[in-house]
Every structure is written in structure tokens, then in C-alpha cells.
């Protein structure tokens, strides 16, 4: 022990090695409410699983709440087995919550997070006060740069929580570099509070599969022999509808290439299938509903590309998916895809259906360039791993510790 001259004893002062490695107590919010689906959910699913590995002496809990069908919601949140984590779930209705944090201003999130002596909150939904040190995840700015595609509700979410929380946490991840640009450009803040942590993908399940399984599921599905995928939702800005238009438009000998559409079917839906069938496709084209990740990976590795011309993404985690089990991708070349493509996709206006197409002959009709876009996908997908998002993000929190 050490004393000073007021007769206090202290005890031993910490180097600032110690201090800055200290062990701390972390929550990560679930956004969903209990979804347990979408890219937000899966990035922070991720990062529950790597942190502890990177950091074993810490605590961590994922932090959500909600009050409907609470049972089910809870088991659909992340449970990782054998580290220092827990839930930490308050059974508030998000209803009774948005009124009183944002709207009246009561600090109900930062009085949970001092009750259960949390360090730091990682939020996605800053709070009115938030505790201190907050950090907050930034995925895109979609509801921002593009209104017209938004619901009221979502831009009352940005408009109302995110925007004025940007000065009120103390560190802001963005997940690409696009996005750092939006919220610089967007709403000004400032470059040094911005760091950007890209997002990962899990090669333990997107991964190359055996033979038989690939089979079994494409029995199971009644996929065609030959199909190129187009993973959803499928939305206005996604261009579902220049898919069939792009096969409709590829030479004779691949005709009996069809079409997979795999996630929600989302309001183009209906425009979509009269496209199909006015493309004369309708007999090659599979809808399949929302899928669970152990059958996407599947529908990835059955698909002969990925293709994706979304005009807007925060990330676009299916690019780095589909790379992950030998999928050639054909994308858009705007917004951050082609930061995360990497060299590795064919990439192409989406609104031109004929650049599509002929990125798709390229892929299906070329041995060599095949070959080459997975082999660079492979390699892209190396690259970016969740281990490496956790490592940089765990960076984040120490800094502010």
C-alpha cells in the first residue's frame, strides 16, 4: 500500500499500461428488439462471439428490451458459451421507452447501465443521456441520402435519436468508409471522433460444401440445375427486377441459367414475378422466402454468381458471404460495394440491365474469369474476418477506458 501525507492509505497507483488495459464491464445493444435477423443483428451477434477471445478478463452482455412475446425474442439473442457474458434484458415495451428517453428526456438507459456497473454502452440507438463512455455503430445513412425509399418512422428514428446523439457519444464506429463520408458530409461530424471498423464474415459457416449437402438442398428447394442468386430484401434501390431482364438478354446457350430469389419478397415483389414472366422465366425462378443462414450458405455455394446491384449499402455483408464459399458477384458500383468487393466482384451500374448481363456471360461463360473472381474472393474474404472487426473495435473501448 502506499500513504500519502494525510495519513489516507491508497492503494497502488497503476501504470498507464495497466489502466489502459483494464478489465471493464461492456454492453452491446441488439437493436431488433429480439429480431435476431439482419445485418445489425448479425455484426453484433459477431462481435459477442469474438470479444471475449480477445479479451477474456472482460464482462459483456448484450443489452436489448422488449416486452411482447419476451420469451421468444430472448432465445433468439446471443448466448456464447464459456466466457464472462450475459444478458442484460429489461422487459420495458419499446413504446413506453421511446417516450420517456427521447422524447421526456428520462435517462432510463443510463440508469440501467449504472445499476448493473456497466463501463461502457455500445449503442445503436443512442440514448438522450447516455452514459459515459458511449460508443455508437453506424451502418449506413440510407434513411438520409435517400427519404423518398424511407418510412416516416425511420426518419423520425435518424432524424430524432441518431442526429443529435452523434454529439453526445464519445466514439462513432462507421462500418466502411462510405459510410464515414455520409456522416461527415451529412451531418458533420467531426472526422476525428469517426473510426472505421469494416464488418467480417464467418468462414466457419460460409464456407465451400460437400457434394451431398449441396444436393440435398437443392432437392429439398426444387432449385434449377443452373441459377443465379439475388439474396433480398428486394426493394426499389436493390433492382430486382434487372435480373430477369439481364438473363432474358444473355445468348442462347446459357437460356437454361434461372433465378433465385432468396429473403423477403418486399413491395417490388409483385413487379418483380411480372418480369419474370413476360422475360419467359417464370418456369427458372425460385422464391424462397426468408432463409436461415445454414441454407443461404447452402444457396451460395448452388449458385453459379451472386448478383447484387444495389444502388445503397452501408456494408453488403451477402458480397463477402457469397466470396466465402467460391460464389463469383457481380455488384453495384456505387455506395461502398466496391470498397467491399476489393477488386474481387464484376462490378456494374445496376440501373443498366445490359452491363448486368454482360457481367453475367463473363462469369458463366468464362472459365478463366470465373476462375479468377473466385480465387480473388477467396482472398477478399480472408481479409476481412470478424476477429478483425472485434480487435478494432475492442481498440475503440480501450481508448476510452
Not at 441520402?145 to 416516416?152: C, F, G, L, N, Y
Not at 459457416?205 to 428447394?221: N, Q, V
Not at 438473363?247 to 432468396?262: E, I, Q, S, W
Request: proline share 8%; hydrophobic share 40%; glycine share 6%.
Amino acid at each position: 500500500m502506499m500513504t500519502v501525507k494525510s495519513g489516507i492509505s491508497i492503494g497502488p497507483i497503476m501504470t498507464f499500461q495497466e489502466w489502459y488495459h483494464r478489465a471493464m464491464r461492456v454492453a452491446l445493444e441488439e437493436p431488433m428488439h429480439g429480431s435476431g435477423r439482419g445485418g445489425v443483428s448479425t455484426y453484433v451477434r459477431n462481435l459477442i462471439r469474438e470479444l471475449p477471445r480477445l479479451a477474456p478478463d472482460w464482462e459483456f452482455f448484450v443489452f436489448a428490451y422488449f416486452f411482447r412475446d419476451y420469451a421468444e425474442k430472448l432465445a433468439r439473442l446471443p448466448d456464447p458459451e464459456g466466457y464472462r457474458f450475459s444478458r442484460l434484458v429489461p422487459r420495458w415495451p419499446e413504446s413506453v421507452v421511446d417516450r420517456l428517453e427521447w422524447n421526456w428526456g428520462v435517462p432510463l438507459i443510463r440508469s440501467c447501465m449504472r445499476r448493473h456497473r456497466i463501463d461502457l454502452l455500445h449503442a445503436h440507438r443512442i440514448p438522450r443521456k447516455p452514459p459515459k463512455p458511449c460508443v455508437a455503430t453506424i451502418h449506413d445513412l440510407f434513411p438520409v441520402v435517400h427519404p423518398e425509399w424511407t418510412s416516416d418512422f425511420l426518419i423520425d428514428q435518424y432524424e430524432r435519436i441518431l442526429r443529435p446523439g452523434m454529439a453526445r457519444v464519445d466514439r462513432v464506429i462507421a462500418v466502411s468508409e462510405h459510410t464515414k463520408k455520409d456522416l461527415i458530409e451529412r451531418w458533420r461530424v467531426p472526422e476525428e471522433k469517426i473510426v472505421v471498423t469494416h464488418e467480417g464474415v464467418d468462414r466457419d459457416l460460409f464456407r465451400p460444401l460437400p457434394e451431398a449437402e449441396k444436393t440435398a438442398l437443392r432437392k429439398r428447394l426444387g432449385l434449377p440445375e443452373r441459377f443465379v442468386l439475388m439474396v433480398g430484401p428486394f426493394d426499389p434501390w436493390c433492382h430486382p427486377g434487372n435480373v430477369p431482364r439481364a438473363l432474358a438478354r444473355l445468348p442462347l446457350a446459357l437460356k437454361d441459367v434461372g433465378v433465385v430469389f432468396a429473403g423477403k419478397g418486399g413491395a417490388t415483389r409483385p413487379e418483380v414475378e411480372r418480369l419474370t414472366a413476360e422475360e419467359g422465366l417464370s418456369a427458372r425462378a425460385v422464391w424462397t422466402g426468408f432463409v436461415p443462414q445454414t441454407e443461404l450458405v447452402g444457396l451460395y455455394n448452388l449458385a453459379e454468381a451472386l448478383v447484387y446491384p444495389s444502388f445503397y449499402e452501408g456494408f453488403g455483408l451477402p458480397v463477402l458471404e457469397a466470396m466465402a464459399c467460391g460464389t463469383p458477384v457481380v455488384t453495384a458500383n456505387t455506395s461502398s460495394l466496391p470498397e467491399v468487393a476489393g477488386g474481387a466482384a464484376l462490378l456494374v451500374d445496376p440501373t443498366r440491365v445490359d452491363a448486368i448481363a454482360d457481367a453475367l456471360r463473363r462469369v458463366l461463360d468464362d472459365p478463366s474469369e470465373r476462375a479468377l473472381r473466385v480465387e480473388r474472393g477467396f482472398a477478399r474474404a480472408k481479409e476481412l474476418s470478424w476477429a478483425e472487426t472485434a480487435r478494432k473495435t475492442l481498440a475503440v473501448y480501450q481508448s476510452l477506458g
